[in-house]
């Protein structure tokens, strides 16, 4: 049996992913956590992770609504700052993880960034009772590119959905986009 080098010779190498994706996500969920009392509370946060290795590169959450700029999910930040970083436009070799599954637009930046694995959280539809969502899974986006990049999820779903059930963040979802 092969297994990882970064992980016990005991942890079948599914487990030590398990574990490993489990950890990043508890990482993320905190992280996005602290927005939750500030005045721009947001349930979505990203972290990019080296696939091989585990070593943490770059987190972000959602700014739409601080930047005025409606591309600002977390997933597009998160990459938009660890290319700009690392100088280079490509993220081979890398791990996104996300409080949510992500939008269209997010998941076409992660193709187009040649990301590895994509790893959510919670669902479009969990998000969708909250705020306007665009009905195209990541996994059918994926499917329809001529690219590849593994979709996980949902992982600690109800961790990352308390994000979006939060006293704070459910009175800042009213003033979002109110549906008519
Ligand atoms: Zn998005």
Same mark, same amino acid.
């Given at each position: 049996?092969?297994? $990882?080098?970064?992980?016990?010779?005991?942890?079948?190498?599914? *487990?030590? $992913?398990?574990? *490993?994706?489990?950890?990043?996500?508890?990482?993320?969920?905190?992280?996005?956590?602290?927005?939750?009392?500030?005045?721009?509370?947001?349930?979505?946060? #990203?972290?990019?992770?080296?696939?091989?290795?585990?070593?943490?590169?770059? *987190?972000?959450?959602?700014?739409?609504? *601080?930047?005025?700029?409606?591309?600002?999910? #977390?997933?597009?930040?998160?990459?938009?700052?660890?290319?700009?970083?690392?100088?280079?436009?490509?993220?081979?070799? %890398?791990?996104? %993880?996300?409080?949510?599954?992500?939008?269209?637009?997010?998941?076409?930046?992660?193709?187009?960034?040649?990301?590895?694995?994509?790893? %959510?959280?919670?669902?479009?539809?969990? #998000?969708?009772?909250?705020?306007?969502?665009? %009905?195209?899974?990541?996994?059918?986006?994926?499917?329809?590119?001529?690219?590849?990049?593994?979709?996980?999820?949902?992982?600690?779903?109800? #961790?990352?959905?308390?994000?979006?059930?939060?006293?704070?963040?459910?009175?800042?979802?009213?003033?979002?986009?109110?549906?008519?």
């Amino acid at each position: 049996m092969q297994v $990882r080098k970064e992980s016990s010779p005991l942890v079948h190498p599914k *487990r030590a $992913r398990k574990l *490993r994706d489990e950890q990043c996500m508890a990482e993320i969920v905190r992280f996005t956590a602290r927005t939750l009392d500030t005045p721009s509370p947001v349930p979505f946060g #990203a972290l990019i992770v080296h696939t091989a290795t585990g070593e943490r590169l770059m *987190r972000a959450v959602n700014a739409v609504r *601080r930047e005025n700029d409606p591309s600002a999910h #977390a997933e597009l930040r998160t990459v938009r700052k660890a290319t700009r970083r690392l100088g280079t436009p490509s993220l081979k070799g %890398y791990t996104l %993880y996300t409080t949510c599954e992500p939008c269209p637009m997010c998941m076409a930046n992660a193709l187009w960034a040649g990301i590895d694995r994509v790893v %959510y959280g919670a669902t479009i539809e969990d #998000a969708s009772r909250h705020c306007r969502q665009i %009905y195209v899974s990541a996994r059918t986006l994926v499917k329809r590119s001529d690219m590849t990049c593994v979709v996980d999820g949902p992982i600690l779903r109800d #961790a990352c959905y308390a994000l979006f059930t939060h006293p704070n963040m459910l009175k800042t979802f009213a003033t979002w986009n109110p549906r008519p």
